[in-house]
């Protein structure tokens, strides 16, 4: 059974640009968590879809943006660009079983780099 | 948001020695969790501590969840080059449903 995919491995974008990163849940799994892991500041979670919806939103601005599809894959979107944005970006699914879900399934990640 | 301060932040030992990491707050959690981060990768759940006390083997990797559930620790036993990686540890808030990571704790295991 296939894990977690994201897409692009790796992205490359200058300042002030747009930037899309894709995410492929494992089979079943109808949430997609986004989470942005920058050097020394651990994984800070950005974004949770269930069911085509955004259910909840962490502490970052509105150029954070993202959508899930009705395949339950799912979509972040970054504007504006700024360096500090360079990071890698993982997602994660899980199960949604209707309560607290501690076990998450992490994708490898996409390296984004802001020049 | 509860805050999980994990150290040591960086640890580097020889193949065969033995370590602990924890994980550290101030709150009450209902459970902890512990992942590992290998190079390149994405994290990987390793176990999930619940009750107050609770001890938890996965080979030679020892958990436990402090009587208080405030706190946590991992040992391992004879490190291998193949336990490097990052250790995080985190837990789901009250009436959250995505989890809040430490910063981690850095393994480098040399041969």
């Known amino acids: 059974e296939a894990g977690v995919t994201q897409s692009p491995t790796h992205l490359i974008k200058t300042r002030g640009q747009q930037a899309t990163l894709r995410c492929s849940p494992i089979s079943g799994h109808t949430s997609v968590y986004w989470y942005q892991q920058a050097l020394g500041l651990g994984l800070q979670f950005l974004l949770w879809?269930?069911?085509?919806?955004?259910?909840n939103r962490g502490n970052f601005p509105p150029r954070f943006s993202g959508r899930q599809f009705p395949n339950y894959s799912s979509e972040l979107n970054v504007n504006a660009l700024e360096l500090e944005d360079s990071a890698l970006y993982l997602c994660?699914?899980?199960?949604?079983?209707?309560?607290?879900?501690?076990?998450?399934?992490f994708g490898s990640g996409t390296q984004l780099s802001v020049l | 948001t509860q805050l999980l301060e994990q150290s040591p932040q960086f640890l580097s030992i020889q193949e065969g020695e033995n370590l602990t990491v924890y994980c550290n707050s101030s709150?009450?959690?209902?459970?902890l969790q512990w992942y590992r981060q290998e190079p390149g990768e994405g994290p990987v759940l390793l176990v999930t501590v619940v009750t107050g006390g609770e001890v938890k083997k996965l080979k030679r990797l020892t958990f436990q969840f402090g009587d208080a559930r405030k706190d946590s620790s991992l040992h391992i036993t004879a490190a291998q080059p193949g336990d490097t990686g990052l250790y995080l540890c985190?837990?789901?808030?009250?009436?959250?449903?995505?989890?809040?990571f430490g910063k981690g704790t850095k393994l480098s295991v040399i041969p």
């Open positions: 985190s837990y789901s808030g009250a009436g959250s449903y995505q989890l809040t």
């Open positions: 994660a699914s899980s199960l949604d079983e209707g309560k607290l879900n501690e076990k998450l399934f």
């Open positions: 879809y269930d069911e085509g919806e955004e259910r």
């Open positions: 709150s009450v959690f209902s459970s």
